[in-house]
C-alpha cells in the first residue's frame, strides 16, 4: 500500500527540517483523539536513532519503535521496527520553492499484518491516513507561522 500527502509551508527549508528533527514534534503535531507518549527517543533525531512510543487510538495502546533512517536537510525515513503493521516506512521530504516557502511531501509505504487482530487494526489506520495527514499539515502550517512553537491559547494565526 502507499499514500503521498504534501502541503506547502510558508518558512524556509531549513526550519521545516529543523521542526521535523525534533522528537516532540510528533506530539505536536498528532491529532486528538489520538495520544502520542514517547518513552524512549533524543530531543533531536538523526541518522541511527530510533523513537519508542505509544500510540493511543482511543482504548488500544499501539507500540511502535521507528528508526530513523537517511537524514539530510531534505528530509528523512522513519521506519517500523515494531508496531501494528507488517511493515511501514515514512519518507518526509522537504523540497525548497523558494527562500519563505517548502513544499512537504510525506510519502509512506506499508503492508499490513496478516493477523485476526492487527490486521483491522492497520486497515483502519490505514483508512484515516487522509483525515491524519491533513490535521498534520494543518497544525505544521499553524506552529512554524508561530515560529516554531505552538500559538498561545487564544491567539489565531492565519497561515492561508
Known amino acids: 500500500m502507499r499514500f503521498k ?4 509551508v510558508q518558512a524556509p527549508q531549513a526550519a521545516v527540517a529543523d521542526f521535523h528533527s ?14 502520542v507518549r514517547v518513552h524512549a527517543a533524543p530531543e533531536r533525531l538523526s ?4 523513537m519508542d512510543f505509544t500510540l493511543w487510538a482511543g482504548p488500544i495502546p499501539l507500540r511502535w519503535t521507528a528508526a530513523i533512517e537517511d537524514v539530510s536537510p531534505d528530509g528523512f525515513v522513519d521506519r517500523q521496527m ?3 503493521f507488517a511493515s ?6 522537504f523540497v525548497r520553492v523558494d527562500e519563505q516557502t517548502t513544499d512537504v511531501v510525506d510519502e509512506v509505504e506499508a503492508e499490513l499484518k496478516r493477523h485476526p487482530f492487527w490486521w483491522p487494526v492497520g486497515a483502519l489506520m490505514w483508512a484515516g491516513m487522509p483525515l491524519l495527514f491533513a ?6 502550517k499553524r506552529i512554524l507561522a ?15
Not at 525534533?22 to 495520544?35: D, E, F, K, Q, Y
Open 5 to 8: 500527502y504534501l502541503f506547502r
Open 22 to 35: 525534533r522528537s516532540a514534534s510528533m506530539g505536536a503535531i498528532t491529532p486528538p483523539p489520538l495520544i
Open 47 to 50: 541518522d541511527g536513532d530510533t
Open 82 to 84: 515494531r508496531g501494528p
Open 88 to 93: 511501514w516506512a515514512h519518507r518526509h521530504r
Open 135 to 140: 490535521y498534520r499539515g494543518w497544525k505544521t
Open 146 to 160: 508561530a515560529g516554531g512553537q505552538e500559538p498561545a491559547i487564544g491567539r489565531e494565526t492565519d497561515t492561508g
